[in-house]
């Protein structure tokens, strides 16, 4: 079973839309969780992290957490073409951060 | 804003050859790490490294592979024997600790290493 899990992409939004990004991770004892952007060529960029249970808002980027499902999202509301990357999903255990595959989102104009 | 750098940003070598990526962590940073991206492939761990040791590695990160922290700011990671699978971006990262809200890892723009 794969550590970090995010739902299959390519995702292709128009602009003005919301994107609704997935992921799962296997371990339960995992209590950080990030979800980093990363341009075509680029390092990832840190969008939102997120440690509780429940949601947690920055700008038009909503995160959400569910521990018991082992389940992380990431909305991105009002979605512009400055948005369209790879959304990848990181967990934190211990000293290691494990990243998923990551989401291709493109938005159209 | 404090910044991870990297070099080379790319570099080209002979199968067999040794390479050497320099990394210069976030000045208070505790925790240093070295991740790669092969292309069109996901971000993959190697190593990380704390109080000059290393505190956890990847299957992938075997005996050809070595880090070494030479002083008080660079960080650098050795491929010995290169390979042609060895080619991906090398990014460099740091964090200032491993407790929730104190773990955010931050990337170096990435040395892109090219294995002829």
């Known amino acids: 079973q794969k550590e970090v899990e995010q739902n299959s992409g390519p995702l292709s939004v128009p602009e003005g839309a919301i994107a609704s990004l997935n992921c799962t991770y296997s371990d339960r004892g995992s209590q950080s969780f990030f979800w980093y952007r990363q341009y075509s060529g680029k390092s990832p960029e840190l969008i939102m992290s997120?440690?509780?249970?429940g949601d947690k808002e920055d700008g038009r980027f909503t995160a959400q957490l569910n521990k018991a499902s082992q389940y992380v999202s990431l909305l991105i509301r009002d979605s512009q073409p400055s948005d369209s990357a790879t959304y990848l999903c990181?967990?934190?255990?211990?000293?290691?951060?494990?990243f998923g595959a990551g989401t291709t989102v493109t938005v159209r104009a | 804003e404090p910044e991870v750098t990297q070099t080379p940003s790319h570099q080209v070598t002979q199968m067999g050859q040794e390479v050497i990526l320099r990394c210069v962590p976030i000045s208070n940073h505790l925790y240093f790490y070295w991740y790669r991206q092969i292309l069109g492939q996901k971000v993959e761990f190697l190593v990380s490294f704390y109080n000059n040791e290393i505190s956890e590695k990847s299957e992938i990160f075997d005996d050809q592979f070595s880090v070494e922290r030479p002083d008080g700011s660079n960080f650098t990671l050795k491929i010995r024997s290169t390979k042609l699978e060895d080619s991906a971006m090398y990014f460099c990262?740091?964090?200032?600790?491993?407790?929730?809200?104190?773990?955010?890892?931050?990337f170096g723009a990435g040395s892109r290493l090219t294995v002829l």
């Open positions: 990262a740091s964090r200032p600790g491993t407790q929730p809200g104190a773990n955010v890892l931050t």
């Open positions: 997120i440690y509780s249970n």
């Open positions: 990181a967990v934190s255990l211990g000293y290691k951060l494990s």
